[in-house]
């Protein structure tokens, strides 16, 4: 089933132009696809520009990057996939709230689409998902983003915020179910 999203900036105040994160995420048979739409005037952003290489990198957060959260349900494991609009990606494996980090090397790369007009950033992801969570599970589904204007500050985007301080790895965040 087909799910729709959109995401809240942590504090309103913070966000400097007209802007809107939605999309949708669906579970398939063996695959998880995800689609984030972020609308508004871009110009306004600083946005990764397309890298050739399209690979694992570290830190992406730290730049405009969308960010996807999966938890078996009733576990305390759980993944985190970072997706910038340049086209590099990582994912990593977490044993519990912040603890245990490690570089998920189930997969080798992460193919993804970036399509960009001056009011629309489109960003699509389908994925194997079976290969790290098996298909009789339940999964409990985090979305997120950071998005970074042009004066350098960052807006945390996600579908609810429970805590003082933008924290996308709780589990109160997990509130999509496929």
């Known amino acids: 089933m087909e799910r729709p999203f959109s995401l809240k900036p942590f504090r309103q105040e913070d966000i400097s132009g007209d802007f809107n994160v939605a999309g949708k995420i669906v579970r398939h048979i063996g695959a998880l696809t995800i689609q984030y739409e972020l609308y508004g005037p871009l110009k306004e ?25 999966l938890k078996i349900n009733k576990t305390d494991n759980y993944w985190e996939f970072n997706l910038s609009p340049s086209g590099d990606w990582n994912i990593y494996r977490f044993k519990a709230y912040r603890d245990g980090m490690q570089e998920e090397k189930t997969f080798i790369n992460l193919p993804f689409r970036v399509q960009k007009d001056p009011e629309i950033l489109r960003l699509s992801l389908e994925f194997n998902v079976d290969k790290i969570i098996p298909p009789d599970q339940a999964i409990n589904v985090a979305i997120c983003a950071a998005i970074k204007d042009i004066s350098g500050r960052t807006t945390y985007w996600a579908l609810d915020h429970q805590s003082k301080r933008p924290d996308f790895h709780r589990k109160d965040g997990f509130i999509i179910n496929l």
């Open 45 to 69: 952003l600083i946005i990764p520009l397309p890298s050739n290489r399209h690979e694992r990198t570290d830190r992406l957060w730290e730049e405009t990057c969308f960010e996807l959260f």
